[in-house]
Each structure stands twice: as structure tokens, then as C-alpha cells.
């Protein structure tokens, strides 16, 4: 079924094919064994298929690597030395944030006992790094970063953060903004590195951007805070003109999209897509259910006061879930703002369908079924505890919001329920308030998405991007449990 860890993995590896680049490293078979529970035998035989399509390259005591078209594979055991595996495993920390900026590595002798590999080997892989200008050594510890950025003495450089005709700065930065800790983060970091943030709007972005290229000054860095189709019409086709500047004087420029089609965005720039977010969320959660063995989920949701959550993005869940396992049963518990009978009229009035069609290309876009399932699937409640007894044949609540994970976990006890033995509770925000009832939840990485923001601005390394040249992120499940 397509539920066992086995077709699983074999699905993983397909995905980090079209992630990982040509001649980059796979984690070792070890690790792919702690992390998936399979045998180091079955990890073997999973590649073996892959070697044989041409897709990996397997090279004994080195590893397993993505397969390049330019080399062939008895030629790569002489071009991946003990040492580029070493430094290209180290590369690819710093590009994901795994390793940080001003951070120290990990000792010479614990690099050892990982790689199974020589003192010396691992020293003239940090000294290749060093060469790179992407560590530095003092005394006998190597550290992420030059010796200049870690004493951090040096003179502000400028980034323009610009909003969509506003003059209210502090949108992106407050609590209710669902990128709102990335920013925060992304400012500290900023300004650990001799960076500072300047603010516009985007009324008269042609003009200043092209103050700015006659004369030959200009910020380091541009920032575009929650841009979409509409918003970025305004700023396009100067962006455009303004990237084709060459040399050190070409700004970076992070690029925050809400939503619509991110292809318009003008190439040169990093992009941060709150619907990749949904996406990698509802991933780590997919994975997390059908790894626990649950068999069938409610998603609830509060229309009134959605958070950092839309409707559109839970769907997602039931996307990830049904990839999985097709057999998974997914439902939807949905708190209106007033009451009505008709599910399928009531979304189509919410949420901004206007045909059959438009519901075949939403549905069919987030792999949701028909609009008459998704209604089926539906529990409407002017009251979210209401819905509670109707959904407590599904073995797997999720919450976008933990206050309403609370009132679910206080329902669960009266009615003699056991969290998580009877019913497994997860909420999507991790809010320490209401750590000590034992709430799961799965998070979204917002600290290091939020440094590699940051350092995609600097460009002081490449930050790791998404086979659809998004900024790479991750999620991660926090189980609890409660008593």
C-alpha cells in the first residue's frame, strides 16, 4: 500500500532528485536507515534500482551521489575524492543553514568518526572550504564565515524594504503576519553583519530606481514584502532593467510572494512563496500521520479569524495525505461565520468561486477531488466545539489554531478520551501558551528561513533553492503527549 516505508523512501528519493543538483551527495545509508526505520540492506537495494535508470551513482566508501550526464560513473571516483565529500557535505550545511554563519563546525575528530575518514583528509577539506572564503580558522576551531564577519566590525551597508502603498512598516513585522518571525530574524541578522533596513513603497519605484542607476549608487539589497500579480505590475519591468546592471554594484533582491503565478517574477531574484510554506507544512505533516499509521484526519478551521492560514492552503493537507495514501480519509471541520446547511453553496460564496470550472481548476490544482466531495467531507458549526462529537470517528485532529486544539484536547478528557492514544492532536502554531497540555504541532522553520533571508540579501553564500527556484525550507513534527 501506499503507505509502506519502503514506497515511501522510493517516492523521497524521486523528490530529492529533481532537488539535489548533479554531483551532489546523498545522506549516507546509515542515516537514511535511522531516519526511514528500513534496513541498511534495503537502503542498498532502493538505489540499486535508481543506479540502474542511471539516476545515482554509487561509489564505494564514498557514498551515493546524483548522477551527472557530462561524467561518467567509473570517472566520478577520481573527481569525488575523500576530501570534496567531505567539503561538499559541509557546503551544502552552510547553504541550508544547517551550519550558520559565525557558528563553529564540528571538530576535526568528530568529522572523523562521521566520514569513517583520516584526520588529514578532514583538515585539507576545511583548509579547500577556507580557500573558498566560506570558513575561517582560529586556533584550533574552523568557523563558518570569514574572520572579518565574525568579529562583526564593519560598516552598515543599506537595504530598501519596500511595501505596497503603505505607510504602515510594522505590518510585516507584527505577530499576526505569518512571516512576521522570518523578518524579525532576518533584520537581527541584517544587522549582526553591518546591514540596515531603509523603507518605501512602491508609488513611485521607476523614478528612484532610476535616480539610483545614474548614479551608479545602490543599495545592497531590496526587499518586497507580500507581492502578487497585481502588485508586481508596478514594478517589473523597472526590476528587470535594474537587474541587468553587472558587477558588485547589482543589488540583491528578495522577493516575498503571497500568491498567483510566481513565474512573472523577474529571474535574478530569491523568492519566498507563502504557498510553498503551505506546501512544505502540509508535507511533514502527510508524512508524520501516515508514518504513525492513522488511517483518517478532520482539519478544522475558523473562517472568522483564520490566522496565518487560508482555506485554500488546508486543502493542501488533504493533497499531501491522499499522495501518500489514497485511501486516506481526509474531512474538514469549517466554523462559519453564520449558520447554513449547504456546505458546496457555502464555499462557493466564501471562498470566491464563481463556476464549475473555477471549482474544477482550484480543486484540481491542490488534487482536492470535486467540489461535491470536498461538501460531503464538510461539517459546518457556528461553534467549533459543536463539531467535536462529529469528528470523533477520525483518529487525527489538526488545528491552525492551538487555542482551538486546547478546547479539543479539554473535550477529548471529559469524554474519557486518551491524547494521544485515542486521538492525536496537532495544532500549527506552537505557541507556548498552551505548551503544557502536550499539544503536537508541526512548525514551519522560521528562524533559519529567516537567516538564509537574510543571507541571500548579503550573498555571501548561495542559499539552497527548490526545484521551483524557491527559497529551500522545511518543517519539522514536535509530538507531545498528553495524560
Not at 176 to 196: I, S
Request: with cysteine.
Amino acid at each position: 500500500m501506499p503507505g509502506k516505508p519502503t514506497e515511501m523512501l522510493e517516492k523521497w528519493i524521486g523528490e530529492q532528485l529533481e532537488i539535489l543538483k548533479p554531483g551532489e551527495r546523498f545522506a549516507t545509508d546509515r542515516e537514511l536507515s535511522q531516519k526511514w526505520g528500513i534496513s541498511q540492506r534495503t537502503i542498498v537495494r532502493m538505489f540499486k534500482k535508481f543506479q540502474k535508470q542511471g539516476k545515482v551513482w554509487r561509489i564505494p566508501g564514498r557514498g551515493t551521489y546524483v548522477a551527472r550526464e557530462d561524467m561518467a560513473p567509473e570517472s566520478a571516483a577520481g573527481t569525488l575524492s575523500s576530501v570534496e565529500s567531505v567539503a561538499d557535505s559541509v557546503r551544502r550545511a552552510i547553504s541550508s543553514g544547517d551550519f550558520k554563519r559565525g557558528e563553529a563546525l564540528p571538530s576535526v575528530k568528530f568529522m572523523c568518526l562521521k566520514f569513517h575518514m583520516s584526520a588529514p583528509t578532514v583538515i585539507h577539506a576545511y583548509r579547500r572550504l577556507h580557500a573558498q572564503g566560506l570558513i575561517e580558522r582560529v586556533g584550533k576551531t574552523f568557523w563558518v564565515g570569514t574572520l572579518g564577519e565574525i568579529v562583526r566590525t564593519r560598516p552598515q551597508k543599506e537595504v530598501v524594504f519596500f511595501q505596497h502603498e503603505s505607510d504602515d512598516f510594522s505590518i510585516p513585522f507584527q505577530r499576526d503576519n505569518m512571516l512576521a518571525q522570518p523578518y524579525q530574524k532576518m533584520e537581527r541578522e541584517l544587522m549582526e553583519y553591518g546591514f540596515k533596513l531603509t523603507f518605501a513603497t512602491t508609488d513611485n519605484v521607476a523614478s528612484v530606481f532610476r535616480g539610483w542607476m545614474s548614479k551608479g549608487a545602490m543599495p545592497h539589497g531590496l526587499v518586497f514584502y507580500a507581492f502578487d500579480d497585481t502588485r508586481l505590475q508596478a514594478v517589473a519591468e523597472p526590476l528587470r532593467r535594474l537587474l541587468k546592471v553587472g558587477g558588485a554594484g547589482r543589488p540583491s533582491v528578495l522577493m516575498e510572494w503571497a500568491h498567483g503565478n510566481y513565474r512573472k517574477v523577474p529571474r535574478g531574484c530569491t523568492v519566498v512563496s507563502r504557498g510553498n510554506i503551505a506546501t512544505v507544512v502540509a508535507r511533514e505533516l502527510a508524512r508524520y500521520a501516515v508514518g504513525k499509521k492513522h488511517r483518517s484526519a478532520t482539519v478544522f478551521f475558523d473562517e472568522s479569524s483564520p490566522g496565518c492560514w487560508d482555506f485554500w492552503s488546508l486543502i493542501k493537507i488533504r493533497t499531501e495525505l491522499k499522495a501518500l495514501d489514497e485511501s486516506f480519509t481526509v474531512g474538514y471541520a469549517l466554523r462559519a461565520d453564520k449558520q447554513t446547511r449547504d456546505a458546496k453553496d457555502h464555499i462557493e460564496q466564501r471562498f470566491g468561486i464563481v463556476s464549475e470550472e473555477h471549482a474544477r481548476y482550484l480543486l484540481g490544482k491542490y488534487r482536492g477531488g470535486s467540489l461535491e466531495e470536498l461538501a460531503r467531507e464538510m461539517v459546518l458549526t457556528v461553534d467549533m466545539e459543536r463539531a467535536f462529537p462529529a469528528c470523533a470517528h477520525r483518529d487525527l485532529w489538526i488545528f491552525p489554531s492551538e487555542h482551538h486544539a486546547s478546547l479539543a484536547v479539554a473535550w477529548a478528557r471529559k469524554n474519557g478520551m486518551s491524547v494521544p492514544r485515542d486521538l492525536a492532536i496537532v495544532g500549527l502554531e506552537n505557541n507556548p501558551k498552551y505548551y503544557h497540555l502536550g499539544i503536537s504541532s508541526c512548525t514551519f522553520d522560521w528562524e533559519t528561513t529567516g537567516y538564509l533571508m537574510a543571507h541571500a540579501i548579503i550573498g555571501d553564500f548561495p542559499v539552497r533553492k527548490s526545484s521551483k527556484g524557491f527559497l529551500k525550507t522545511r518543517a519539522y513534527v514536535m509530538e507531545k503527549a498528553t495524560t
